[in-house]
């Protein structure tokens, strides 16, 4: 992970990308992008800020469903990143977004399974694609419920060492 570096694909994930890189001890990068075109499907970055060069990005989103993040790591690999990892919560992956996970500069796609994947997308994907189960983290939540505990400590993580 020395080479590694968290990145924000927009403004509305710096916070939980900053978390990220505290935790990991690693440096993070933020791109700015704007949406344009019908329902903001087309995506153009205008900035990013921080070094990608020899970095392995570590990308950190709540959701992929068109893809478009397709466009902010080929950039990422444009300005001298190597293949990225993408780490996103919900895998809606409809359109072409199967298609563009296949390209090059996507290393892995990490996601969790609060949207089953169908076993086609798992295959047309291959391994590059690693589903992660949510089940622990509900089954700690229901839990606590039931002992009347509180649920914060589970989704909480003190991040200043």
């Known amino acids: 992970l020395s080479n590694a570096v ?8 710096a ?7 505290s935790l990991l001890n690693l440096p993070m990068v933020l791109m700015h992008k704007r949406r344009a ?21 570590i990308v950190i989103d709540d959701m992929i469903a068109s893809g478009s993040i397709i466009n902010q790591i080929r950039l990422l690999c444009e300005k001298g990143a190597e293949p990225a990892y993408l780490a996103i919560t919900h895998p809606v992956l409809v359109g072409k977004s199967l298609e563009y996970m296949q390209d090059d500069a996507v290393r892995e796609l990490v996601v969790t399974n609060t949207i089953p994947v169908p076993e086609w997308k798992r295959e047309k994907l291959g391994p590059k694609l690693k589903v992660l189960s949510i089940a622990p983290l509900i089954a700690k939540v229901i839990a606590k419920i039931h002992r009347h505990e509180s649920v ?9 060492g």
């Not at 916070?15 to 890189?21: C, G, M, P, Q, R």
């Not at 075109?37 to 990005?57: H, Q």
């Not at 914060?152 to 200043?160: K, P, Q, T």
Request: glycine share 12%; with cysteine.
């Open 152 to 160: 914060s400590e589970v989704f909480y993580h003190d991040v200043r």
């Open 37 to 57: 075109g019908s329902c903001g499907s087309i995506v153009k970055v205008i900035e990013i800020v921080g070094d990608v060069r020899g970095k392995i990005p």
């Open 15 to 21: 916070k939980l990308a900053e978390k990220y890189a």
């Open 6 to 13: 968290i990145v924000s694909p927009d403004v509305g994930r």
